[in-house]
């Protein structure tokens, strides 16, 4: 039973915000996504932390802004919540600009990275605090308190401070705190990065449970691809205050928009080079590193003739003599030959790096699916890497 | 474990070192008030009897055991002197303590908010005064107060007052200089407590609703207490022994104990009675001193 059975799904009562998004024009409401960002920039100093960024947001939706530190997306978030102005543009919710409406004011709420937890309330008024400040009446944040107590599961400790908790108590502590005013967006600010690796992952699991169960929409911001790619339905990459790609998990490791991004997301390994030949949506690109490798036709047209072929290393496979199946699929395959440099066992599987015969190294990764797999590869040998055109991608440069 | 081994033993002595310091400057001169407190005033050098005198052997200790009688105290319990002495220091210390986290709050919280490096320079301005004499400092205050000084000036060249007004020698003069000794006292314990608090907090209290005027009153304030009470303490406990101030501020129709004391002490020579007045002042200062420490207590053990 997941955590979120716990949730009563009636309508939001008396914990009602202090603006009413609802109120905002008919006709603009219709085909308004629930948040809009439009060309939004903010710069400290001379640091331009966010710049000229857009982006929609569809109620519902569990997005995750992801990004090397520094990169805006915790500026971004701040934006949202109103803890920062932004210096040009405007941020729509439901339809309505939201720049005038005061952080206390906004139908948002934020889990801080920290949790912020208010040291000298126990638990239960922490989770109150904002229920109190709503004007609910006290029966009814009696109710609502005991919910959320029950939805984070910490029966039992109500009555106990901040300091008495564990790590991941006070982080259910925060979420609890956060979602008892039922807001229309909850913004999480590196909601787990506090956590050890097996309670983030389970903590993972509950909270896409819990977003999906009350329909909320959430929008997290983390530098963890795994975490991202996990939770969110959609995931907005950014680097120096822009958005690179914004895209579902999938899209973004199979189709990632740039070089950045296919080198931040995920491991990849890169051929430069010039595309020599354009015929039956095969393109060859010959490369330095590689010699040609045929590469399928991207969706959009490549228009330089300079790219970089990306292939993840999974899907660079290893073998003794190459691929017996070339004459059956009747596909060109690539092929790189070099000597295996170094074995990496990771459990699920391993990795090898290759020394190509021109001098590039290439990782590529394989599945150890069977228990007593015969068909490993050690320091020294002598290897052909392969691939097939559909499994790289074509990135401009 | 070699690190253990070698920190171990200077750390144990080292931590005798304040109970050394307690003992030395504190336990035994308190024993010899409280000694002084139990004897009769002597036209003699020292002015009091019964003297311990070892030579004489255990009889004569003995003796002078004898004659040591609580009749100090009761003196201080039947004199109205001494009782409105020691209420004066109360009512001077309660009211001068509010009046100091009146003004010195607001300039803590500004403080705390200012960019980190305008916070070092308003610390440096809040110490300043220190660099010289608090005589000075106090003699200073004489003359801005008296009947041709710069305050009476200032308020006849604004047209505020037609006639000087009396400053000096009167409460108002008084609570004037001790407000402005002491307030670096209380702005720093509460400034060190307001600006350790993570400023996520606020923006938790906001995001949760509380206007800023609510977030002051609802997680500032509450977890400024702890420096509130050591701000308070700091200054209380001192100005109800003070001297020096309302001796050269104040008017001279009624005293506070410290002047009650040195009256005690030299004027009348009765050292017997002053050590009694000043063991009674240390007693009624342990209330406070303990309730303070129970509170820090339960700020800081929230844990347990």
């Known amino acids: ?397 | 474990m070699s690190a253990r081994r070698i920190f171990a033993q200077p750390a144990r002595y080292a931590a005798i070192a304040p109970y050394l310091w307690m003992v030395l400057f504190f336990l035994v001169p308190f024993g010899f008030v409280l000694k002084i407190s139990l004897s009769q005033t002597a036209i003699a050098q020292p002015p009091y009897v019964p003297l311990f005198d070892f030579s004489e052997g255990w009889a004569a200790i003995k003796a002078a055991f004898a004659q040591l009688s609580l009749d100090n105290f009761k003196l201080l319990v039947s004199d109205s002197l001494y009782i409105s002495s020691y209420l004066r220091s109360l009512v001077v210390a309660v009211t001068s303590t509010l009046i100091l986290l009146l003004i010195g709050y607001p300039i803590a919280y500004g403080m705390a908010r200012l960019p980190q490096r305008w916070q070092a320079i308003a610390m440096m301005l809040v110490i300043v005064p220190f660099w010289t004499s608090f005589l000075i400092r106090i003699y200073a205050w004489i003359n801005i107060l008296q009947h041709d000084g710069l305050l009476n000036k200032v308020l006849l060249a604004l047209h505020l007052v037609s006639t000087p007004v009396v400053w000096l020698s009167t409460d108002t003069a008084m609570y004037i200089g001790i407000v402005y000794s002491y307030l670096p006292f209380m702005i720093l314990p509460l400034y060190a407590t307001l600006a350790r608090m993570e400023s996520s907090l606020l923006e938790a209290a906001s995001d949760l609703g509380a206007s800023p005027l609510r977030s002051f009153w609802l997680v500032t304030f509450p977890l400024s207490l702890p420096g509130v009470g050591a701000g308070a303490l700091l200054c209380f406990i001192p100005i109800v022994g003070e001297f020096v101030i309302p001796d050269l501020l104040a008017g001279s129709s009624s005293m506070m104990i410290g002047q009650t004391l040195w009256l005690e002490f030299f004027t009348n020579k009765d050292w017997p009675v002053a050590a009694a007045a000043a063991v009674a002042l240390l007693v009624l200062l342990v209330p406070p001193l303990l309730l303070y420490d129970r509170l820090q207590r339960r700020t800081l053990g929230g844990a347990n």
């Not at chain 1, 944040?141 to 599961?153: C, G, N």
């Not at chain 1, 329909?215 to 969110?232: K, L, R, S, Y």
């Not at chain 1, 990771?346 to 190294?361: E, F, H, P, R």
Request: hydrophobic content about 40%.
């Open chain 1, 1 to 397: 039973m997941g955590l979120a059975d716990h949730m009563t799904e009636e309508s939001p009562d008396t914990g009602r915000p202090n603006v009413d998004v609802s109120a905002a024009p008919a006709e603009a409401a219709a085909d308004m996504p629930l948040l809009r960002i439009e060309g939004v920039s903010k710069t400290f100093g001379s640091f331009r932390a966010v710049d000229r960024l857009s982006l929609d947001i569809g109620a519902g939706e569990f997005f995750a802004l992801l990004g090397p530190s520094g990169c805006g997306k915790t500026t971004l978030l701040r934006m949202l919540a109103g803890f920062e102005t932004p210096d040009e543009g405007r941020v729509l919710l439901g339809g309505r600009d939201i720049a005038p409406v005061l952080p206390h004011e906004r139908p948002v709420n934020m889990m801080f990275q920290n949790y912020a937890l208010f040291p000298h309330l126990n638990v239960r008024d922490n989770i109150a605090f904002g229920l109190k400040r709503a004007g609910m009446p006290r029966a009814a944040i009696d109710t609502r308190v005991a919910e959320m107590v029950a939805l984070v599961k910490l029966g039992g400790m109500e009555k106990r401070k901040p300091d008495q908790l564990s790590g991941g108590q006070r982080q259910r502590v925060a979420l609890a705190r956060s979602l008892a005013r039922r807001p229309k967006v909850l913004l999480l600010d590196e909601p787990l990065a506090a956590l050890d690796k097996k309670l983030r992952e389970s903590t993972q699991l509950e909270l896409m449970e819990l977003q999906r169960r009350l329909g909320m929409t959430f929008i997290i911001v983390t530098h963890d691809q795994e975490e991202a790619m996990t939770m969110a339905n959609r995931i907005g990459v950014m680097d120096a205050g822009r958005l690179e790609q914004v895209a579902t998990p999938r899209d973004l490791y199979e189709a990632p928009a740039s070089r950045w991004v296919a080198e931040f997301v995920g491991d990849v390994n890169l051929f430069e080079g010039e595309v020599t030949s354009h015929e039956h949506h095969r393109l060859t690109v010959a490369t330095r590193d590689g010699g040609a490798i045929v590469v399928a036709e991207p969706r959009q047209p490549v228009t330089k003739s300079l790219v970089s072929v990306a292939i993840r290393p999974e899907k660079l496979k290893l073998s003794r003599r190459g691929p017996a199946s070339d004459a059956v699929t009747s596909e060109a395959i690539n092929r790189l030959e070099g000597v295996v440099t170094d074995v990496g066992y990771l459990g699920g599987s391993t990795v090898y790096k290759v020394k190509l015969d021109s001098g590039a190294v290439v990782r590529s990764s394989i599945a150890n699916t069977s228990r007593l797999d015969r068909d490993t590869y050690s320091a020294g040998q002598r290897v052909v890497a392969w691939f097939r055109p559909d499994d790289c991608v074509v990135l401009e440069r």
